[in-house]
Structures are given as C-alpha cells and as structure tokens.
C-alpha cells in the first residue's frame, strides 16, 4: 500500500485492521485456494487510487509511529509528575 498499489489479503486477522475493503485492497473469505483464484480473477489492479491508497498507507508509516509513541510516553511521564508532587509524606 505504501507504493500506491492495493492489497489482496484474506479477510480475517490483522489484515482487517489495515486493509479498507474496496479502498486499498481486497478480502477473500476463505483459506482456500478456490477462494483466492476468485478474488485474483476478480481482481483489476488498475482501477485503483493510487494516491488514496498511498495517503492511508502513511497513516501506519515509521514517522508517524515514532510522533506517536513519543507522544504517548511524554504524556504519561506528565501525569506521572503531577502524581509524584502530590504524594509527598512527613516523615517524623
């Protein structure tokens, strides 16, 4: 998908995460070789957008995973903080 091309993929599992059905790709139902040879029969792999296909792709790109993560652990480190200044004993 991060080339612009779309995914034939069976439709269980983690696929169904990424994959948009008739956007970026398409599902089998089953695993079986019967099912595949349909949906590749089926298949035009030119009548696809590209750049659709190319935009939802960076949406699970290494940048965008990174910005993430930092984010996510710069903003438990903050609550972190904040619970650590409030907690504070006497001790005699």
């Known amino acids: 998908m991060a080339a ?9 599992g983690g696929a ?3 994959v948009r059905h008739n956007i970026t790709g398409v599902f089998f ?8 040879y349909e949906a590749l029969i089926k298949f035009k792999p030119f009548e696809w957008d590209t750049q ?7 949406e ?6 990174k910005t993430e ?3 996510q652990i ?3 480190y903050e609550e972190f903080k ?3 200044n409030q907690c504070q004993l006497k001790v005699n």
């Open 4 to 12: 612009g091309r779309p995914v034939i993929a069976y439709g269980q």
């Open 52 to 58: 659709k296909i190319k935009e939802y792709a960076a």
């Open 60 to 65: 699970y790109g290494a940048e965008k995973f």
């Open 29 to 36: 139902p089953e695993q079986t070789w019967e099912s595949l």
């Open 69 to 71: 993560v930092k984010k």
């Open 16 to 18: 169904t995460e990424t």
């Open 74 to 76: 710069e903003d438990y």
């Open 82 to 84: 904040k619970g650590w």
